[in-house]
């Protein structure tokens, strides 16, 4: 809290400002910051997060873009060199998973979501595929024994690589956990770090899989998406979901080694490989 405080008394010198911890998150520290009468969140990064690919500057321009196009909070300050970001506090609340799967839930996500990936570009690129390989080498260079998992993983994400084939770069969040949506009579999505131009059914099937949707929940949602029902989509959604979780189990990983966090990332990059082979099993995918 001490580091917090002295960094609002940096943003905002000589003013009188509340400071209190917001919850959620792993490796970031979020605070609201009441300073007369307007309110704030104060987002910290956290230590050695440029080795899980998070580049600052790319989370503030998504975050901007989220804002012009109605999704996100509005950024109001961005301190490159501490990598400390400013927004509005949105006053809105959670969405459970359960909500989630209403049909009228649906659409308005669909529309948010819609409304990012449709909008210019921004700076930084996203692929799945590249980023689980850098997490590898990464945590190898940090004396992580790379699971046994690894490997056969690897050769289903080249697989379904080959069946996606070429797609092409939109805006995209690449986060899209529960805890990063927020109802204040629109729905707003939080969190832009992972932010980058990429494919647009990572972020669908991203969405998906953190929500434990069924195949039924994927056709209402990208119906919804689209504006019209094709099998195509889902079959797209379901084989991104392995490489949703294949980035998750990979980042768990390298967390393993690089982080002074009391976390257990070893048991969630477990539970996400689990949930990759069970993926596997559903499309047939194992090798």
Request: glycine share 8%; with cysteine; hydrophobic share 45%.
């Amino acid at each position: 809290m001490e580091g917090a405080r002295a960094a609002v008394e940096r943003l905002w010198p000589g003013r009188s400002a509340t400071v209190s911890e917001l919850g959620g998150g792993i490796t970031n520290r979020n605070f609201k910051v009441d300073v007369d009468g307007e309110v704030f969140v104060l987002r910290m990064g956290g230590a050695k997060t440029e080795l899980l690919g998070i580049d600052r500057a790319v989370e503030y321009a998504a975050g901007r873009r989220a804002f012009e196009v109605g999704v996100g909070p509005e950024v109001v300050h961005f301190e490159p060199a501490e990598g400390w970001l400013v927004s509005r506090f949105i006053d809105g609340r959670p969405i459970s998973p359960e909500e989630m799967r209403r049909p009228s839930t649906l659409t308005r996500v669909a529309f948010a979501m819609r409304a990012f990936h449709d909008a210019p570009p921004i700076p930084g690129r996203f692929n799945a595929w590249a980023i689980v390989d850098s997490y590898r080498a990464t945590a190898e260079a940090h004396g992580v024994a790379i699971p046994a998992e690894f490997a056969p993983a690897r050769a289903i994400a080249e697989r379904i690589r080959a069946a996606r084939g070429a797609q092409p770069n939109v805006p995209c969040h690449n986060d899209l956990l529960n805890g990063n949506f927020l109802d204040d009579g629109s729905v707003r999505i939080v969190d832009w770090e992972y932010a980058g131009m990429g494919d647009r059914f990572f972020d669908l099937a991203n969405f998906s899989v953190n929500h434990e949707f069924s195949v039924e929940d994927d056709r209402r949602f990208l119906a919804a998406y689209f504006g019209a029902e094709r099998e195509s989509d889902v079959v797209a959604v379901r084989l991104m979901r392995y490489m949703s979780d294949f980035r998750e189990a990979m980042w768990g990983v390298l967390q393993s080694g690089i982080s002074d966090l009391d976390f257990d990332f070893n048991g969630y990059a477990a539970k996400h490989f689990a949930r990759m082979k069970a993926s596997a099993r559903e499309l047939q995918l194992n090798t």
